[in-house]
Structure formats: C-alpha cells, structure tokens
C-alpha cells in the first residue's frame, strides 16, 4: 500500500474565497441582499444569458426548470440513460415521465438519433446533460426541438465554463440548471442556478423559489423556498471569478494524462472539433477486449498505489432498482451504449489542485496497474 493519496476530488479554496465569505458574514446579510444579486448577475453575464437565478442546489434547479418551462404530471420528457439519478428525478418530482434515451460512447451524451426514435406526441421536453464536462450536440438538439415544438433543458452540473462554438453551456436550451456542490468545477459547497433568455421562465424560477411572492406576503403563484444564502453567494462570486483558471488547470492535467496513456489500450476522453471540454471528470474506459484487466481489478490496483478512482455511473437509470420497481426494461435492451459505459467507465483524478507531479505519479501508477512500465 502507498503512503501517499492522491484523492479523486478536492474543492480549491484559497484566500480569496474565505475573504470573500468572512465580509459576507460581517455584512450581515445572511439571506438574500447584494451578494446574492452581484453573484447572479456576474454569472449570467458569465454564460452569455439575461438571467441566472440562484436555488437551493443542482436538483431544485433542474426541477425549477423543468416547471418553469411547462413540464407538468403525465408529460414525458427525455432524459439519457447514463447520467446521475437527479436528471430523472426532478422529472418525476414533478409527476411526468422520464422516457431514456440512449448515448454515445464517444462523450457519453445523449443520442440525437435515439432522442429521435423515442419522441412521442406526449413529449415535453428533453433535457441534454453535458456529462463529464463535454457538452451534447446542442446544435442537433436545438434544431430537433424547434421542429418539435417541445422544451429544451440544459442539464449543465458538471459543465460550468464548457462550449461550443463559443456559445457556453447554459445558454444553448430554453433554460439549464447548473450545481453548485463541493465537487463540481466551481462550489458553493451546495447551490444551484437556472440560466435562461426567456423572461416568462426567469419570472417563474423567481417565483417558485420564493413561495410564489411578487412582493412580500403577495402570494400571486405557486411556490417553495428553493434561496441560498449570503454566504453561498459570496463563496461562489470567488469561484466564479477564478473559473477560467481552474478550468484550464483541469484541461493541462486532462492533457498531460491523455499523453501519458496513449498507448496503455484504455479508451481515453475526446475533445470533439468546436468544442471545448472542461474535465469535471477524467473518464477512461476499460474495454475487455483491449486491455487483459477488468475495470474494479484496475480500481484496486490504483487504490493500493494511493491513487483514489471513482466510478461515474455503475448502474444506467433504468438499471436502478427504483425504475424497474416501475416497470422500466433492463438498460442493455433499451439504452446498449449506456450499458456498456456503467460496466467499463472509470474516472481519474484531474482536479485543478493536482500538481505536474501529482499527474506524473497518476501516469506511472496506471501504466504500473496495466503491467506496463511506469
């Protein structure tokens, strides 16, 4: 065993952002007020949209969302197969029905063609997550909505700073819900945001946050208390405006390692041409049929060299117990592809507090994992 760890994730927090905080909390704006306000606005303008409002976190984000733009009990909405369970839940907190969607295996996103074979006349929306921090052919995806007619929702939690085209994840959709939590690549140690351009949305994120009041005790809709604090607000404001800088930090560390282990037979991350991907997490897979290990032996093997792994997902949705109670087919029949990822799919460290030395022991402790020479 190692004495040495290099963890799979860690938040980068530095003077600033407990600078920021600390004047946060000797404000004595607590909940809601300025810091909140600039925070939003300085994100917004971040992603290129006319409004981001903050909520409780990525899930309440998604769910604002989705009841924002009109998704509502008995619509069915599509979300891909492989991705974290809060995609399908947040449409069945607002009783419609998730109806998967297979992905590629390129960048593990949503299938366009799939998207298309699973369209229904009950559909309402769909809802694209960049996973890993590679974003979906929004390009396809917008044009299949407006043809459509039906709701396009960016689920952008692990995509905060990533493009195409130049366009920014969050402002491709009718709306998109990012996550703040610790891991994600800028934290509010929980949080959340809707971006939009549409200002009936942004009107109705606003409301249902804030238990449907236009003005105080003037309850005109419906609504919950979805606000973050001063607090949170301030944390984010200093992650935000050292984004770019982690992001890049993740890009040189995702370019070090892909170089690193060209040649070891793992199938390793792309950046498809226009786009620009922002490593929330370094994902390989490993294919039986290209390298004589399993993926869980690989696991181990970097775990005793004290290199942390972790597995983004080990179970497409439909494979959770949760949608076969619903009745929902076994994934490999419905979404193939996301089967295959939940069965060979593994992240690597790649987080902006690694060092060149940090990357350097990954590259040697894999190539050692494989059999090869460090």
Same mark, same amino acid.
């Given at each position: ?23 946060a909390l000797r404000s004595g704006w607590l909940s809601g007020g300025p810091y909140v306000e600039k925070f939003e606005e300085e994100f917004a303008k971040y992603i290129g949209v006319k409004h981001a409002i ?15 733009? %009109? @998704?509502?009990? !008995? ?6 197969? +492989?991705? /974290?369970? *809060? &995609? ?77 085209? %130049? @366009?920014?994840? !969050? ?6 819900? +990012?996550? /703040?939590? *610790? &891991?994600?690549n800028m934290t509010m140690g929980e949080g959340g945001a809707v971006t939009t351009s549409n200002d009936e949305i942004a009107w109705r994120v606003r409301m249902l946050r804030n238990h449907g009041q236009e ?160």
């Amino acid at each position: 065993m190692s004495s040495r760890t290099i963890r799979i994730s860690e938040p980068l927090l530095e003077e600033d952002d407990i600078t920021l905080v600390l004047e946060a909390l000797r404000s004595g704006w607590l909940s809601g007020g300025p810091y909140v306000e600039k925070f939003e606005e300085e994100f917004a303008k971040y992603i290129g949209v006319k409004h981001a409002i903050t909520v409780a976190n990525g899930t309440m984000a998604l769910i604002a969302a989705l009841y924002a733009a %009109g @998704v509502r009990p !008995g619509d069915e909405v599509i979300v891909p197969c +492989f991705t /974290f369970a *809060a &995609t399908a839940a947040a449409v069945v907190a607002l009783g419609a029905k998730p109806v998967f969607a297979d992905i590629e295996l390129e960048t593990y996103n949503i299938s366009v063609e799939d998207v298309e074979e699973k369209l229904t006349r009950r559909a309402r929306a769909i809802i694209a997550v960049h996973l890993f921090g590679h974003m979906a052919d929004m390009k396809r995806l917008k044009r299949l909505a407006e043809e459509e007619n039906i709701v396009l929702i960016e689920d952008a939690a692990q995509a905060h700073g990533s493009s195409l085209e %130049g @366009v920014k994840a !969050g402002a491709w959709g009718d709306a998109a819900a +990012f996550s /703040f939590y *610790a &891991t994600k690549n800028m934290t509010m140690g929980e949080g959340g945001a809707v971006t939009t351009s549409n200002d009936e949305i942004a009107w109705r994120v606003r409301m249902l946050r804030n238990h449907g009041q236009e003005s105080k005790y003037n309850h005109v809709t419906f609504g919950l208390n979805m606000r973050i604090t001063s607090l949170q607000a301030a944390l984010g404001l200093a992650q935000l405006r050292k984004l770019e800088r982690m992001n890049e930090a993740r890009r040189r560390n995702a370019r070090m390692l892909s170089e690193g282990l060209r040649d070891t037979g793992l199938i390793l991350p792309v950046e498809k041409p226009g786009y620009r991907h922002v490593y929330h997490q370094y994902v390989v897979r490993v294919d039986p049929e290209r390298v004589d290990i399993t993926r869980d032996e690989l696991a181990r093997r970097l775990r005793e060299r004290g290199v942390e792994t972790a597995v983004h997902y080990p179970r497409a949705l439909p494979d959770q117990p949760f949608y076969r109670a619903l009745g929902y087919p076994p994934a490999e029949k419905i979404c193939p592809n996301a089967a295959i990822a939940a069965q060979q799919v593994l992240s690597l460290p790649v987080h902006p507090k690694l060092t060149h030395e940090d990357i350097r022991y990954v590259i040697r402790a894999v190539r050692e994992a494989l059999g090869m020479e460090g």
